[in-house]
């Protein structure tokens, strides 16, 4: 069996275009093989996950398993464990998703970008509390890997940005482009200022300071960066908190309403300055090392990739760090989200090797706690 530890990877210190269309190609077919365990999502990649407002579910959908690349399943959250549903009507297995809750229309959507087969996909899902239901908008973004989505409470609409292109049109392109959901279809928006072309970041409302905020990512010339961005009814602005992460991509952001502010987990950096480093992988450009494949455009050159363990917060001015001596192991692309009924943020820590040691994370402002698995 494979031990190879896979998950989606938007970039990293890829020189070139065509390297970085490589190692998505990669990341659609490997897989980590693992044992089946009772009550646990098969989970190391491919996944999305949001709180459904309308039937108060936690919903995590995809993963991925222990006999094909990545999963089409649906799991739900009963405060103490995963439970599978087996709905009459679900999307394809993704190779990358996103999933938010539109509260204005009261509908938990999912946009996948890209199948596990290679697909370039860019389709629209809707979960009923008890099925899916493909939607069929008359405009759509293109299919794409590593976007950012979230709900804008401000502004009152779901908004998705950026991401690497999966498309015949635009494959290997980070994209810069901004989506909101109406309803019944997608409206792509033409904003004087916009963050760059960006995929990998991580994106949630603040309702303390009533912005939607954009943070780090990969940009265009294949580098992570650490800029901060919010989301009004203005566009986009560059915000310049006077302390912030190191350059991330594949982080986790949810809103954390006991103390009023965001919560930021983990990452990729490639460097690992200023990340609480707690793994590392080397891998070659040609993607037959473990881990994360990155490397110059040449394909011989070996890169270190860390994965950061650190929990940062945003108090609506400023990042800060938080000293947190029990915390989920470091990763990078970790579905996070709010779970109002405990009030807390809840985490999945997919990066374990066999699906019994995958564990349910659970943040307040007294730090990290192990509540599943």
Not at 175 to 195: F, I, V, Y
Not at 238 to 264: C, G, I, K, Q, R
Not at 267 to 295: F, L
Not at 332 to 349: I, K, R
Request: aromatic letters at 10%; glycine letters at 12%; proline letters at 6%.
């Amino acid at each position: 069996m494979e031990s190879d530890e896979t998950r989606p990877i938007w970039a990293g210190r890829l020189k070139t275009v065509a390297v970085l269309a490589l190692v998505f190609v990669l990341a659609l077919i490997l897989f980590r093989s693992c044992k089946q365990a009772t009550q646990q999502p098969q989970l190391s990649g491919s996944f999305a996950m949001a709180y459904d407002g309308a039937s108060r579910q936690l919903v995590l959908y995809g993963g991925v398993g222990t006999s094909t690349p990545a999963l089409d399943r649906t799991w739900i959250w009963d405060s103490t464990s995963w439970q599978a549903l087996k709905p009459v009507h679900h999307p394809q297995a993704p190779a990358d998703s996103l999933m938010a809750y539109d509260e204005a229309t009261s509908q938990l959507l999912l946009f996948i970008g890209a199948g596990a087969d290679g697909q370039a996909i860019g389709a629209t899902w809707l979960w009923t509390g008890a099925d899916w239901t493909e939607l069929h908008p008359a405009h759509h973004p293109a299919p794409r890997i590593g976007a950012a989505m979230a709900y804008d409470g401000a502004m009152k609409q779901l908004v998705l940005f950026g991401g690497l292109g999966a498309g015949r049109s635009n494959s290997g392109k980070v994209l810069s482009d901004t989506w909101t959901w109406t309803g019944t279809d997608w409206l792509q928006l033409h904003p004087a200022n916009h963050p760059p072309a960006l995929a990998g970041s991580a994106m949630a409302y603040d309702p303390g300071s009533g912005k939607l905020v954009l943070f780090g990512g990969v940009d265009s010339g294949l580098n992570d960066v650490s800029g901060t961005w919010a989301w009004t009814d203005n566009g986009w602005s560059e915000l310049h908190p006077a302390n912030h992460p190191p350059p991330l991509e594949a982080v986790a952001m949810a809103y954390d309403t006991a103390p009023s502010e965001l919560v930021l987990f983990g990452g990729d950096n490639p460097s690992g300055v200023g990340t609480g480093a707690s793994a590392s992988a080397s891998a070659s450009a040609s993607g037959t090392g473990s881990g994360k494949a990155s490397g110059s455009s040449s394909g011989s050159s070996a890169a270190t990739v860390a994965m950061s363990s650190a929990t940062w917060v945003w108090n609506g001015t400023t990042w800060s760090t938080e000293d947190t001596m029990i915390h989920p192991p470091g990763s990078g692309a970790l579905p996070m989200a709010y779970y109002p009924p405990s009030g807390t943020d809840l985490l999945v820590d997919a990066s374990a090797r066999s699906d019994s040691d995958i564990r349910t994370w659970s943040w307040s402002n007294t730090g990290w706690d192990l509540v599943g698995g």
